[in-house]
């Protein structure tokens, strides 16, 4: 008995110019509505300091970078926090609809195999560091500082796309 397995095609990406303008309608929203920008990094702090609460509550309490979130409450009651959680639920329900859920590993071309979950994993770590020593993430600091006309988010995103390629220069793997 054979079982015949149905290949869903997945749905075509939208036109990144779209996606821009629908992007930029979201930001000017969110200014509008919350008096904030975009933003991730300030999530996996307050994530930190909620963990601490219960591991380390004097320690994170007494900390002059976490104990301030701890003081207010419950750190994950942020805006925040709740913006993060949705943008990782609409991404989800997004991934679902349009037949794009697969888990796989891509990178064949740079650093495959078993050398790409380490360097991901390592770009990611360094990505999340220097976001908070940067007061903000691609999102937050990039795209909600560039939309103000600030000069630390044009400063950011010309730092990280330069790094960027300047590191996919050194990890190309030779052919």
Same mark, same amino acid.
């Given at each position: !008995?054979?079982?015949?397995?149905?290949?869903?095609?997945?749905?075509?990406?939208? =036109?990144? /110019? /779209?996606?821009?303008?629908?992007?930029? !309608? &979201? #930001?000017?929203?969110? %200014? &509008?509505?919350t008096g904030h920008g975009l933003g991730a990094?300030?999530?996996?702090?307050?994530?930190?300091?909620?963990?601490?609460?219960?591991?380390?509550?004097?320690?994170?309490?007494? =900390?002059?970078?976490? $104990?301030? !979130?701890?003081?207010?409450?419950?750190?994950?009651?942020?805006?925040?926090?709740?913006? &993060?959680?949705?943008?990782? %639920?609409?991404? *989800?329900?997004?991934?679902? #609809?349009?037949?794009?859920?697969? %888990?796989? !590993?891509?990178?064949?071309?740079?650093?495959?195999?078993?050398?790409?979950?380490?360097?991901?994993?390592?770009?990611?770590?360094?990505?999340?560091? $220097?976001a908070r020593i940067a007061a903000g993430c691609?999102?937050? /600091?990039?795209?909600?500082?560039?939309? &103000?006309?600030?000069?630390?988010?044009?400063?950011? /995103?010309?730092?990280? *796309?330069?790094?960027? #390629? #300047?590191?996919?220069? *050194?990890?190309?793997?030779?052919?």
């Amino acid at each position: !008995m054979s079982v015949k397995r149905e290949i869903i095609t997945p749905e075509p990406y939208w =036109n990144p /110019l /779209l996606a821009g303008i629908l992007l930029g !309608m &979201v #930001l000017l929203s969110t %200014f &509008v509505i919350t008096g904030h920008g975009l933003g991730a990094t300030g999530f996996t702090t307050r994530l930190t300091a909620w963990i601490g609460m219960y591991l380390a509550p004097i320690s994170t309490s007494a =900390n002059d970078y976490l $104990g301030g !979130m701890v003081e207010e409450g419950n750190p994950l009651n942020a805006w925040i926090s709740w913006q &993060v959680i949705g943008v990782a %639920f609409g991404a *989800f329900i997004s991934a679902y #609809l349009a037949h794009r859920i697969a %888990f796989k !590993m891509d990178g064949g071309k740079f650093l495959g195999g078993s050398k790409r979950p380490i360097t991901a994993l390592l770009g990611g770590i360094l990505a999340g560091f $220097g976001a908070r020593i940067a007061a903000g993430c691609t999102s937050g /600091l990039g795209l909600s500082g560039a939309a &103000v006309l600030s000069l630390a988010g044009f400063t950011f /995103l010309g730092t990280f *796309f330069a790094v960027g #390629l #300047l590191v996919s220069r *050194f990890m190309k793997e030779e052919k």
